[in-house]
C-alpha cells in the first residue's frame, strides 16, 4: 500500500550511509556505426561498418573483434552484448562487425574480416589498441569466419581494399560452436538432416557456389570438395597458427559437434596450441552460452593469450 503522506526528513547525517566505490573496472565508451570498409562495385559503394566498446584508460589495450554468426545469411554485428561487455570490462578493446553475406560468396566474409583487423591496426593510436595484440571472437558462422582469420594469417591472399600496409593476422582467436569443414556440417546427424546439408540450396553451397541465376542450376557442397575445402578452415593447415579455443556444445543438432573436434584433432596433429571444450547439454547457440561461467571462461582464455604477451 502507497501512503499519501510524505516522508519527514530530519536533517539527521549520522543517519545517513555510506557507500565505498573501488574504482577497478574502466568506464566503457561505445563507438557506433564506423565504416571500417567500403565494397565498391561500378553501380553502388556499401560501407561494412563496426561499433566500438573502448576502456577509457591510457594504456595500449588488446583488441578483441568479433564476427557473429547468421547462418552466412545474417552478420548482425551488435549482438552478443554479454560477451562483448565483459571482455571491455576486462580491458579489451572489443571491435564487433559485420561482413558480407550470402548471396555474396566466398571468399567476400573473409575479405572483409581481414578488412576490420587491418582497420584496427591502422587506427589503433585512436582507440588505444596494442596492433600486436589482436584476437578474434565468433560464434556459428562467425566461428567459421574467426577460424579462417586464424588459419590465413600467413597470407595475403584475401587482403582487399583499404589498409593494405597492415598485416591482417590475429594472434587468437576464439570458435563457439563454429564450422570447421563445410562438407559435412551435419556429421552424424540423421539422413533428413543429411538431405538439407546436400540441397544447392543449402547455406554453405550457396556461399561456395552462389544462387541460381541465368544458365546456372545452382551447385551442391559436394559437387567441388576442392573448391569446398578452400572455403573452409580445415583447409588452411600449412603454417603456423595462433592459440585458437574452440568450444561446442554436446546438444548441438545445428552444426555439429564433430566440426570442433575434427578441427581440434587436425591442429594437434600439427602440434598447434589448441583447447578443445566441450559444453555439456548445451544446444546451438542456446541459454548456457550467455552465462557468467561460459563468458568469463572465454574472456580468462584471451586474457591468458593476449596480455601475456
Do not use: C
Not at 587468437?172 to 563454429?178: E, H, K, M, P, T
Amino acid at each position: 500500500m502507497v501512503s499519501d503522506t510524505p516522508p519527514t526528513h530530519t536533517g539527521d547525517r549520522a543517519k545517513a550511509s555510506t557507500l565505498t566505490i573501488t574504482t577497478d573496472r574502466p568506464r566503457i565508451d561505445e563507438v557506433g556505426e564506423v565504416i571500417y570498409h567500403q565494397v565498391k562495385r561500378i553501380d553502388a559503394v556499401r560501407g561494412m561498418r563496426m561499433t566500438l566498446l573502448v576502456p577509457r584508460t591510457s594504456d595500449r589495450k588488446p583488441a578483441i573483434l568479433y564476427v557473429p554468426g547468421g547462418g552466412f545469411t545474417s552478420a548482425a554485428h551488435r549482438k552478443f552484448i554479454e560477451m562483448r561487455l565483459a571482455l571491455a570490462q576486462a580491458g579489451f578493446v572489443v571491435a564487433a562487425a559485420e561482413y558480407r553475406v550470402v548471396p555474396d560468396v566466398f571468399p567476400a566474409p573473409l575479405e572483409d574480416g581481414k578488412a576490420a583487423i587491418r582497420y584496427l591496426r591502422s587506427h589503433a593510436d585512436e582507440y588505444g589498441v596494442d596492433p600486436d595484440r589482436i584476437g578474434v571472437l565468433g560464434d556459428s558462422a562467425g566461428g567459421w569466419l574467426a577460424q579462417m582469420l586464424a588459419m590465413t594469417g600467413d597470407t595475403s591472399d584475401y587482403d582487399r581494399g583499404d589498409w593494405l600496409d597492415m598485416s591482417s593476422a590475429v594472434q587468437a582467436a576464439v570458435s563457439l560452436y563454429g564450422i570447421s569443414d563445410l562438407r559435412n556440417i551435419g556429421a552424424g546427424f540423421s539422413d533428413t538432416v543429411g538431405q538439407v546439408h546436400a540441397s544447392t540450396a543449402s547455406t554453405e553451397a550457396l556461399l561456395v557456389h552462389g544462387v541460381a541465376f541465368g544458365d546456372f542450376a545452382g551447385a551442391t557442397i559436394g559437387s567441388d570438395p576442392a573448391k569446398a575445402l578452400a572455403a573452409s578452415p580445415i583447409g588452411h593447415l600449412s603454417g603456423p597458427k595462433p592459440p585458437l579455443l574452440l568450444m561446442h556444445g554436446s546438444a548441438d543438432d545445428l552444426v555439429s559437434p564433430v566440426q570442433s573436434e575434427q578441427m581440434a584433432a587436425a591442429l594437434r596433429e600439427r602440434d598447434a596450441e589448441v583447447d578443445h571444450v566441450v559444453v555439456d547439454d548445451a544446444g546451438h547457440g542456446n541459454g548456457p552460452w550467455f552465462q557468467p561461467a561460459l563468458i568469463e571462461y572465454v574472456v580468462a582464455w584471451f586474457r591468458e593469450k593476449l596480455f601475456k604477451r
